[in-house]
């Protein structure tokens, strides 16, 4: 039978291609966001993080880009390669501890 | 570090039994958090702790679910009666708060994978 469930955005790449997956977010009081990788039965595993006060910030082959002013934000991956393939969250809170998870973004990398 | 600490891995149990999922947070973090991972809803937000305090158990689904942290290294989440509608991914998560008051990143434990039949 058909199955019921979340239907997550999906973005296939070829290995050694770049990578953009993209979130937006709602509550203009957010002041941190983080992207996590869940592999498939594991947990979701940090990546990196960008604070409200900068626009851009580098870590091993992944970059984040956070426009305010739109309230989007991306994940960069360069040289995407096989094990990079994994579902991608994005998280957002603020004053409140209470991440808000967006709805996750299933990357599939190609050999 | 070893990270946030799950147990079991893997739950099989028949309706009606009691459940226990154990947590033991990330050293000299002050949050703990409970999350329930499905195919139809994603994650969700149980239940969260602070300085071993719960601060907000709204997520929780309804009485059959409880949680309780007697102390900074270690925290449960107990279902009794469960039900097959309980079948999900349990995780933990643990975050510190930063010098300047800042909340840090929440980092996430392997889950439970429990399966109630």
């Known amino acids: 039978g058909e199955s019921v469930g979340l239907h997550l955005p999906t973005l296939s790449v070829q290995e050694g291609d770049n990578s953009i997956i993209n979130c937006a977010y709602s509550?203009?009081?957010?002041?941190?966001f983080i992207w996590y990788k869940q592999e498939s039965g594991k947990g979701p595993q940090f990546i990196i993080d960008?604070?409200?006060?900068?626009d851009k910030r580098q870590g091993q082959r992944v970059t984040v880009l956070l426009n305010k002013t739109v309230k989007h934000l991306s994940l960069q991956i360069a040289a995407t390669q096989p094990g990079d393939s994994a579902v991608y969250f994005c998280?957002?809170?603020?004053?409140?501890?209470?991440?808000?998870f967006g709805e996750g973004t299933q990357l599939t990398v190609n050999p | 570090d070893a990270g946030v600490i799950q147990s079991p891995r893997h739950e099989v149990t028949e309706m009606g039994q009691e459940v226990t999922l154990r947590c033991k947070p990330i050293?000299?973090?002050?949050?703990l958090f409970w999350y329930r991972q499905t195919m139809m809803r994603g994650l969700e937000l149980l239940i969260y702790?602070?300085?071993?305090?719960?601060?907000?158990d709204s997520g929780m689904p309804e009485d059959r679910f409880s949680a309780k942290m007697p102390n900074a290294s270690f925290s449960t989440l107990k279902i009794q009666p469960s039900e097959p509608r309980d079948s999900a991914v349990y995780f933990c998560?643990?975050?510190?708060?930063?010098?300047?008051?800042?909340?840090?990143?929440?980092?996430f434990g392997p889950g439970t994978r429990l399966l109630v039949l």
């Open positions: 960008i604070r409200s006060n900068m």
């Open positions: 050293s000299g973090h002050d949050y």
């Open positions: 509550n203009s009081a957010s002041d941190y």
């Open positions: 702790f602070n300085n071993n305090v719960p601060i907000d």
């Open positions: 998280a957002e809170n603020g004053p409140d501890p209470r991440l808000t």
């Open positions: 998560a643990s975050s510190s708060t930063s010098g300047f008051g800042y909340q840090e990143t929440q980092y």
